[in-house]
T-cell receptor, first 113, second 112 residues
């Protein structure tokens, strides 16, 4: 059983297109995240949702819009894709408490040409 | 100072040696600290976490935390070639809704 699953694994698209990445977790966690990992491997938080409510919204272009239909799902929609959006996007979930670790999905490698 | 700082490496150690990975952080009411390992093309996987000053051991891994110095480290004993990966330090920021902030990672290479 995959704990945190995201689709698609690879996404190749052209500049200006709109794309979505889906994420689902079966761990029963209330909090889910989107992280972006750039070519230098730096993992940067983008958004966090707790039980469908937006908790963390980092300085991210408003072309990026997360949506959480329920606490087990967190999707990421990206409008008007740019070359700089090319990266690996990781979904993660986390249980309650500051000692709870993040559980990552396998990542979506987005390539914008 | 960056929020979470790590030496990017690569850190090269011979097989069987102790690898020492270091991380410094800005104090923002941080409470807990995590070490993740990431193999190339894979997602980060948790090695261990620590929240009290001192040492915490788990198998070949020991995490060390010194909150006064804002320093956390990971020791890997009897390093194996399979330990070759990027090691990510993460700090939990309490005042930002328990946000987990990562360092840039240290590349470890264990040579057989």
């Amino acid at each position: 059983d995959t704990a945190v699953s995201q689709t698609p694994k690879y996404l190749v698209t052209q500049m200006g297109n709109d794309k979505s990445i889906k994420c689902e977790q079966n761990l029963g966690h209330d909090t889910m995240y989107w992280y972006k990992q750039d070519s230098k491997k730096f993992l940067k938080i983008m958004f966090s949702y707790n039980n469908k409510e937006l908790i963390i919204n980092e300085t991210v272009p408003n072309r990026f819009s997360p949506k959480s239909p329920d606490k087990a799902h967190l999707n990421l929609h990206i409008n008007s894709l740019e070359l700089g959006d090319s990266a690996v996007y990781f979904c993660a979930s986390r249980g309650d408490g500051y000692n709870s670790p993040l559980h990552f999905g396998n990542g979506t490698r987005l390539t914008v040409t | 100072q960056k929020e979470v700082e790590q030496n990017s490496g690569p850190l090269s150690v011979p097989e069987g040696a102790i690898a020492s990975l270091n991380c410094t952080y800005s104090d923002r009411g941080s409470q807990s600290f995590f070490w993740y390992r990431q193999y190339s093309g894979k997602s980060p996987e948790l090695i261990m976490f620590i929240y009290s000053n001192g040492d915490k051991e788990d198998g070949r891994f020991t995490a060390q935390l010194n909150k006064a110095s804002q320093y956390v480290s990971l020791l890997i004993r009897d390093s194996q070639p399979s330990d070759s990966a990027t090691y990510l330090c993460a700090v939990n920021w309490r005042e930002y809704g328990n946000k987990l902030v990562f360092g840039a990672g240290t590349i470890l290479r264990v040579k057989s």
